[in-house]
């Protein structure tokens, strides 16, 4: 994620939740090691002192990130002691100098927790959901022009059917051009004891989402003796290619041209992807989705039911006058129930069409990671087929059992 957004000196990193600092950490280095031998000494100080600022809730986790900043090289952490969502401090001394927003922001924020209102009413769409909280925060602390790298959780991309999710991606992708969505495997993080679902996000605040690049790792194995390294993603640790057993031959053969061109130690994703230069062709992996198109074919088929709902609407306002009016005449009483029971069934139904229309906007926001190139492997054997390759099979069993008999008789 580091290596994709590829930080600068001169920019500001930042991690909301950044635990025992990994992320602040992996930037210095990859920074330190674009400012290369030589470099100026205002430079150093300005890296090591006004470029990484980082918040911690948990009091245990806080001074190990302090010391993990220092002996990697950061001689002045700025860190933040407190809940980032309540805004509570509990030691803020070294984070006084911090501005209000930041160029880079790489965070992995925690997944299922539950927040209470004092967190919920600091926000514009309020949900227990942590991690929905934290991108609101994200978006409001990430710097116009400015990258962000997430891991988030697939139920935050898929889920449609709670408001302050739907709310959450809208906001994300009309204030930012979200450039790439990498879907991981379910094991990356079971050394962790997580089991979800999680994806890669990299987007940049300052103009609306038009197209989506996905690539698709989730079919790879990773467990604890396993972990997902850079191999996955097409290159060894030296930024050498692996062939076309992970990334498509030719996203490779760009990156690795940025990279020879860049002099850089490692290849440097963010200027293919973050100026939204996504592959012509997609590959078994990879695909493109026009996101754009998607909403203004969401917007066509909500058009006609909101209309509908609208006139439906008037005819009940015109109901109404008519209640009021009987009301006044003092008219039977079976005809002003007659009247209110059509109000009532106009008002419903105009209410079950926004709430189709609702739906299908909402589906709109369904960002998950669905491969549409992905091979499928079919089994067209008849069963007559099936029933001969069981009984191969238990041939091959039975020759083999009969050798290894044989051969404990011969040592017999």
Not at 87 to 110: E, G, H, M, S
Not at 146 to 168: H, K, M, P, W, Y
Not at 214 to 242: E, I, Q, R
Request: proline share 4%.
């Amino acid at each position: 994620m580091v290596h994709t957004v590829n930080p600068s000196l001169g920019q500001t990193i930042y991690d909301p939740c950044c635990g025992t600092g990994g992320f602040l950490a992996v930037a210095y280095e990859h920074v330190a090691r674009g400012l290369g031998n030589a470099a100026a000494s205002t430079d150093i100080e300005r890296l090591k002192h006004h470029t990484f600022f980082g918040r911690e809730k948990e009091n245990l986790v806080f001074p190990i990130a302090l010391a993990n900043l220092v002996l990697h090289g950061i001689d002045q952490p700025n860190l933040w002691h407190g809940n980032t969502l309540t805004k509570r401090a509990t030691y803020d001394a070294l984070f006084r100098d911090a501005p209000a927003q930041f160029d880079v922001i790489l965070t992995n924020p925690p997944f299922g927790g539950k927040e209470g209102k004092d967190a919920q009413k600091n926000f514009a769409f309020e949900t227990s959901a942590t991690q929905v909280l934290f991108v609101q925060d994200i978006l409001s602390e990430l710097a116009p022009g400015g990258t962000c790298a997430i891991v988030l959780d697939e139920g935050l991309l898929f889920r449609t059917n709670e408001s302050a999710f739907v709310e959450t991606k809208r906001k994300l992708l009309d204030e930012c051009d979200l450039w790439a969505i990498v879907s991981l495997p379910g094991g990356v993080f079971s050394t962790a004891g997580a089991g979800v679902k999680t994806n890669l996000l990299f987007f940049t605040k300052g103009r609306k989402t038009e197209r989506i690049w996905y690539y698709d790792l989730s079919g790879v194995k990773v467990g604890k003796k396993t972990p997902l390294t850079l191999a996955h993603f097409g290159f060894d640790k030296d930024g050498a290619t692996l062939g076309d057993n992970a990334l498509p031959a030719a996203l490779v053969a760009e990156w690795q041209a940025d990279e020879a061109n860049a002099g850089q130690s490692f290849p440097s994703y963010a200027r293919l992807l973050s100026q939204h230069g996504t592959p012509e062709a997609d590959s078994r992996y990879s695909w493109t989705i026009d996101f754009a198109a998607l909403r203004a074919e969401a917007r066509g088929k909500m058009e006609p039911l909101l209309e509908r709902a609208t006139g439906i609407r008037a005819k009940a306002v015109d109901l109404k006058d008519d209640l009021k009016r009987l009301k006044r005449d003092k008219s039977e009483a079976r005809e002003i129930a007659a009247l209110e029971a059509d109000i009532r069934e106009q008002e419903k139904a105009a209410r079950d069409l926004e709430a189709e229309a609702a739906d299908i906007d909402a589906a709109a926001f369904d960002l998950k990671a669905v491969n549409p190139n992905a091979a499928t492997v079919i089994d067209d054997r008849t069963p007559a087929q099936i029933v001969a390759s069981i009984e191969d099979q238990g041939r091959i069993v039975a020759e083999a059992l009969g050798r290894l008999n044989a051969l404990l008789a011969a040592a017999g």
